[in-house]
């Protein structure tokens, strides 16, 4: 097409004007104003609030001639936040992660359907079982809010070398509950404290696979039973294996390099702290 | 196959970044990722043809990058220096029309390759919808060059958008009828190429076969 565009263009450059013409324009901002109030008035594209966040506070504030209705209204979520949102590649991995959640909510929805058709089969043939799944469809937790935030802790705990270093040691179907670290169900009810707790424990069990750094694993271990009795809830919530870096210093320090990375990125405690005041786990 | 027309695109570097990019194809964690990703924008930025394949070169980093370490780090870039550029964009149209054109070429590009859960990226929405209501703005449709910028990328993604956003769809075309309609000074080429996107919409974005002869028969020529 363009081929064709060229020859064209040279014939039709010959009858150029200057441009100076604005009157048509006049016209279709009136049509405009009268099929929506809020369209944009003049076409005029500047950018929107959450591209000026990203500036220095003064042109956020000066934002004057704008309409306001000239937000982006798919991305209520980055605007309502914090302006650590606003940039297109944050944009767009917390866009994937909701995404990705809701997927996760349709399969493990599908999945709690499948159990219980097979414990009401059971039941009809053996009259007793354990039923305490069968209510897990209405204990679900369906708070959007709830789920991001699980997913990213879950996320960075998934996000290190111990975890891929496990799932290739450990089969999925090797691994045993109590010994093995077994990722929370984010679709559980739990409260606030629990959850975070659960996350800490499963955090701590991952690192027993952490790169070995000379003195081998076992010391590592020996640390995650010291850690299981103390109040771990003590400890800050994303570095819950300070106390180990005594003992092993070179895969802490990447451990908490990666951490520190990914606080720049945006951190689960920061959401925590702007998200505290909704939890319903909390009250 | 795919990479013949990648190694084809990647020649027109020099033979250092040639070799950064391959290897960004193929090890992306083993370099700079967000040189890369400069690098890649600025030849956009620079060279019509590539800015208008670019998002495919983008496209096989990021799925090479997920599968390799699950990364997002070229993303990450690649989108924030995006922003960059759209933030300064009607300077960059000041200062050269070509530089703009190929930003707008390369924005609906990679809006056109990188998808999440193969669904468009929300972020990138409005901004696309941004540049090209500007390529419809009185000014802009005196230029030939952004007329036909505006045209192409309508072709290849106004669908998608639409989907996305019908509203916005319908202030662009708003404005594309006014154009094509009242302003005065534009070229008949400017006019013919509003005249078919306008019918191409309308048909669904496609064009009836009697339209795609009274547009393309020419060519015989």
């Known amino acids: 097409m363009s081929d064709w565009t060229r020859s064209k263009r040279r014939d039709a450059h010959s009858s150029e004007y200057d441009r100076r013409s604005t009157g048509p324009s006049r016209w279709s901002h009136c049509r405009k104003r009268g099929i929506d109030g809020s369209l944009r008035a003049n076409g005029e594209s500047d950018g929107s609030d959450w591209e000026k966040r990203g500036h220095t506070d003064g042109s956020y504030r000066h934002s004057d001639n704008r309409p306001s209705s000239f937000t982006t209204p798919e991305s209520a979520g980055p605007v309502s936040r914090c302006s650590r949102q606003a940039d297109w590649g944050s944009q767009v991995e917390d866009d994937e992660m909701r995404r990705g959640v809701h997927r996760d909510m349709q399969r493990y929805r599908r999945r709690i359907l499948g159990a219980e058709v097979t414990q009401r089969e059971r039941k009809t043939s053996s009259g007793s079982s354990g039923s305490c799944d069968s209510r897990e469809g209405e204990n679900m937790e369906t708070d959007e809010a709830v789920l991001l935030r699980r997913q990213k802790q879950i996320n960075y705990g998934k996000n290190t070398l111990a975890y891929d270093r496990y799932i290739k040691e450990v089969p999925k179907h090797m691994r045993q509950p109590g010994v093995h670290p077994k990722t929370p169900n984010k679709f559980r009810k739990y409260s606030r404290r629990s959850w975070d707790q659960q996350i800490k424990l499963w955090k701590v069990k991952l690192h027993a696979w952490d790169p070995p750094a000379e003195e081998g694993q076992d010391k590592v271990l020996d640390n995650i039973e010291e850690l299981d009795l103390d109040d771990v809830m003590d400890i800050e919530l994303d570095f819950p294996t300070l106390s180990e870096s005594q003992n092993v210093p070179a895969s802490q320090t990447t451990h908490s390099l990666l951490l520190e990375d990914e606080d720049c990125s945006g951190t689960p405690v920061k959401i925590q702290k702007t998200e505290t005041t909704t939890e319903p786990g909390m009250v | ?221």
């Open chain 2, 1 to 221: 196959m795919e990479n013949s027309t990648e190694d084809s695109r990647i020649q027109s570097f020099d033979l250092g970044t040639q070799l950064l990019l391959k290897t960004a194809l193929k090890d992306p964690g083993s370099v700079n990722l967000e040189t890369v990703s400069n690098i890649i924008v600025d030849q956009s930025l620079k060279d019509q043809v590539f800015s208008k394949e670019a998002g495919r070169i983008c496209y096989t980093i990021v799925q090479a990058e997920v599968k390799q370490n699950n990364g997002n780090v070229f993303r990450r870039n690649l989108l924030n220096r995006l922003q960059q550029e759209f933030k300064d964009r009607e300077e960059t149209r000041r200062r050269s029309l070509q530089e703009w054109v190929c930003y707008v070429t390369f924005i609906c590009n990679v809006f056109d390759y990188l998808k999440v859960n193969n669904m468009p990226m929300v972020a990138l929405v409005h901004p696309v919808y941004d540049c090209l209501m500007r390529l419809a703005q009185p000014d802009a449709l005196m230029n030939e060059e952004e007329v036909d910028c505006l045209v192409l990328q309508l072709h290849r993604i106004g669908e998608q958008l639409e989907k996305v956003n019908v509203q916005r769809m319908d202030e662009l075309f708003f404005l594309l009828r006014d154009g094509f309609l009242l302003q005065e000074g534009l070229t008949s080429m400017a006019r013919l190429l509003l005249l078919e996107i306008l019918e191409f919409r309308a048909g669904g974005w496609m064009l009836s076969s009697t339209a795609h002869k009274y547009y393309y028969s020419e060519i015989a020529d």
